[in-house]
């Protein structure tokens, strides 16, 4: 009588080794988190600040104005932004913008490690924040 469920645990803990440990060896996983996107209200509209993961710990980070009556307009304000390591002394890491046809900012970098990363936005005399998780 014993016999039988120490052969059903054998068999469950083979099965979970065999297929739970080696499968996906060969798939290669993403590094990265998912788009973070945060909103700032300010006098012509709304600010919108996305952080968009790419590969091997790469990133984009947009920067958008969109106005009151719901248009998106073109804007010649540069946005400033760095980033730094929630956590860490590692200083903070500019990010240079440059403006795209469609009047929206665009910049690129990478994440040196994984983990908690806060991005400073100055725009038109303000300044906020966005905080995003690489992985």
Do not use: C, K
């Amino acid at each position: 009588m014993i016999a039988i469920p120490l052969v059903l645990l054998a068999a469950t803990v083979g099965a979970f080794l065999i297929f739970g440990l080696s499968g996906g060896r060969d798939v290669a996983t993403s590094t990265d988190s998912a788009e973070t996107t945060v909103a700032r209200n300010i006098s012509d509209g709304r600010l919108l600040i996305t952080v968009r993961p790419r590969q091997e710990g790469a990133f984009e980070i947009v920067s958008r104005l969109e106005r009151d009556d719901g248009g998106n307009d073109a804007t010649l304000i540069q946005p400033g932004v760095s980033m730094t390591m929630i956590g860490h002394d590692m200083g903070r890491t500019p990010i240079p913008m440059y403006r795209r046809s469609d009047g929206s900012w665009n910049g690129t970098g990478s994440f040196p490690m994984s983990g908690r990363w806060r991005f400073q936005v100055s725009f038109d005399g303000e300044i906020f924040e966005l905080d995003h998780t690489a992985r």
